[in-house]
């Protein structure tokens, strides 16, 4: 019985983890996913949009939008 209390306290613990985490992307992740979308429009990238654009995608995931401003712009999508 205690096993199963144990078992139970983990997995709620998880998913209480895994909610609060969901949103934005690691670090690693959201620079790769920048340098995709920096080679794709090289001529719009500057540090500070990439910079931004890490920032965006750690914050938001995959509602980081790109603006077509030329330096790109990044914001939450709503």
Request: net charge negative; proline share 3%.
């Amino acid at each position: 019985m205690m096993a199963r209390r144990q078992g139970f306290g983990t997995a709620l613990l998880s998913l209480v983890a895994l909610a609060a985490g969901c949103g934005g992307l690691s670090t690693e992740e959201s620079q790769q996913r920048c340098d995709r979308l920096r080679d794709a429009v090289p001529f719009c990238s500057t540090e500070e949009s990439f910079a931004a654009c890490v920032s965006c995608h750690e914050e938001c995931g995959d509602d980081c939008e790109a603006s077509t401003a030329c330096p790109q712009t990044f914001s939450c999508a709503e």
